[in-house]
């Protein structure tokens, strides 16, 4: 993969573009699906060295145009090799007509196709240009081959994974390997897709870097390069009031506890003082389980008030067991014109009335992070989640448009998206993250680099980050107490 391009995410339609852009360029396209070709037949060669037979199935584009090459340079290497079609394989046109004439192997129908042990599949049915479910004949090919427990390797996507949304169109191939060309499409990110393509190779197949990155958009994988520029080195001269000073709030006696997993996840995480601001029933039981967290009496909006006349306490998390209702809602709309991780009952507090919340991100010059899972995105954007055409990251897209804030859809494929559309797929975090509590660490880290001042968007990227960091280093029997340990440093 060429270095400059290991982070862009490019869409299928971007990708239409960018292979126009070579061929308008003069650069031979056959030789583009060649490279692209070999590049598969190489791949199944070096994964799967003892198969007794290759069997390519081809499509109906340029994915089968593919399919072709690799088909033709595994017969040369002198290895087993059946080709199977859907369509008319003469109705090819273009680079795949050619690859497919070119081709000396004989084609039968797709339907023909019977799973052997020791069969390995390429699958070059449909890549970047599905555009609809997949035929029902690929579907029932689909359906034989995974009962025949057959490995594939998929060309550019695994056929029925759309490959600007990461969802099943009908049915899909679970590939053991996927070799994509030149950039990531969000389909090999966003799930479900994600796991249907098994290891990712991203092969140069020789389009110019220039003629990519010109094209893509701002859509990228959340590596620290995204956020590295804004996550400065300690000063060997700092003090803690530099470090910046979280405020965290906690809910009521009976819960109180995920307003300290984020307090406590701040501190470790690099804020130089976090401050748990507590209801005054809640003291006691806030005040027997902190240390090096600090505690506050903050009752009502009197008391924030007057707290929020220090300017040093420079970020926020509101919501983690705070509880649903018109107190969260007053502290938010006070907050907003500071940095204000607004998560759980924070959001589902504006359920019913977004617009003073959304107007406040817009007008108020804070710093506003909103961190939905799939529940609390549907109750706060249900126009949006409603809208089964658009990918997720569209859907935090249009949210983070739409509220002015910077929008944290999460999940295993949690998408960052600010409201100029530039946005980030994470891929480091592990499933041991789906357990209580985990996202209340998230938030503390946000908060953290919110008090440090990073831009809100660097902010939750770098936390989405480090929090998937931190569930790998917590193995698998983590619990959100040793999740806050293993927050590791910023890169
Ligand atoms: N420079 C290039 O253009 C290169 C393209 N490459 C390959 O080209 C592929 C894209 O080729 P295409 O744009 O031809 O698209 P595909 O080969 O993915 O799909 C073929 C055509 O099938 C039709 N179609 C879409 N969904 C369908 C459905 N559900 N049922 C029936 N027909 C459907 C569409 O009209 C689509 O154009 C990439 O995935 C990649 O494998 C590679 O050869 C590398 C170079
Ligand atoms: N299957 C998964 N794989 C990876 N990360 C996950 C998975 N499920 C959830 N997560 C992550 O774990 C966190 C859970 O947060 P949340 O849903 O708010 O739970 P809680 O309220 O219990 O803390 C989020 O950061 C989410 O992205
Ligand atoms: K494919």
Not at 94 to 106: E, H, N, V, Y
Request: with cysteine; hydrophobic share 45%.
């Amino acid at each position: 993969m060429l270095e400059v391009l290991r982070d862009v995410l490019v869409t299928p339609t971007e990708m239409t573009a960018i292979d126009n852009a070579a061929a308008a360029s003069g650069i031979d396209s056959f030789a583009l699906m060649r490279s692209a070709g070999t590049a598969v037949s190489a791949a199944a060669l070096r994964l799967f060295p003892e198969a007794l037979r290759f069997v390519v199935l081809c499509g109906p584009g340029n994915n089968g145009g593919d399919g072709y090459v690799a088909a033709s340079a595994l017969a040369d290497g002198g290895a087993a090799v059946a080709v199977f079609a859907l369509g008319n394989p003469e109705a090819l046109k273009g680079d795949a007509a050619r690859a497919k004439s070119a081709c000396p192997l004989t084609v039968q129908p797709l339907e023909a196709y019977e799973p052997k042990l020791g069969d390995v599949v390429i699958d070059a049915l449909f890549g970047a240009g599905l555009t609809r479910d997949l035929p029902a004949e690929a579907q029932r090919t689909i359906a034989r081959a995974s009962e025949g427990h057959v490995p594939v390797i998929a060309v550019d996507l695994p056929s029925g994974v759309d490959g600007r949304t990461g969802e099943i169109r009908g049915a899909s191939f679970a590939a053991v390997h996927t070799v994509t060309f030149m950039a990531r499409k969000p389909g090999h990110l966003l799930m479900p897709g994600r796991v249907r393509c098994g290891t990712l190779e991203v092969f140069d197949i020789g389009i110019p870097a220039r003629l990519v990155s010109e094209r893509a958009g701002d859509l990228r994988l959340n590596t620290p390069a995204a956020w590295g520029s804004h996550a400065s080195a300690l000063d060997p001269a700092t003090h803690k009031y530099r470090r910046g000073h979280l405020g965290v709030f906690s809910g009521g006696p009976r819960s109180t506890g995920a307003a300290r997993l984020s307090a406590t996840a701040g501190l470790a995480a690099g804020a130089g003082l976090v401050t748990l601001a507590s209801p005054t029933e809640a003291l006691a039981a806030n005040a027997s389980h902190l240390t090096a967290v600090m505690l506050r009496e903050i009752h009502g909006t009197e008391d924030l008030a007057a707290w929020l006349k220090d300017k040093r306490v420079n970020a926020f998390v509101l919501g983690p067991g705070f509880g649903v209702g018109k107190k969260a809602r007053d502290f938010a709309l006070m907050l907003c014109d500071r940095a204000l991780v607004l998560d759980a009952d924070g959001m589902t507090s504006f359920e019913k009335d977004r617009t003073e919340l959304f107007e406040r991100a817009a007008s108020s010059g804070g710093r506003l992070v909103m961190t939905p899972h799939e529940g609390e995105f549907a109750r706060l954007f249900p126009e949006i989640a409603a809208e089964a055409a658009l990918s997720k990251i569209e859907k935090a897209q249009a949210a983070a448009r739409l509220s002015h804030a910077v929008v944290v859809y999460k999940g295993p494929d949690t998408v960052v998206a600010a409201p100029s559309g530039h946005a980030v797929v994470n891929d480091n975090a592990p499933p041991s993250l789906a357990t209580a509590g985990s996202g209340d660490v998230l938030a503390g880290i946000m908060g953290a680099h919110l008090a440090q001042g990073m831009p809100a968007f660097e902010a939750a990227a770098a936390a989405v980050w480090r929090h998937g960091e931190a569930g790998r280093r917590a193995g698998r029997g983590m619990t959100a107490e040793t999740l806050v340990e293993c927050i590791p440093p910023l890169p």
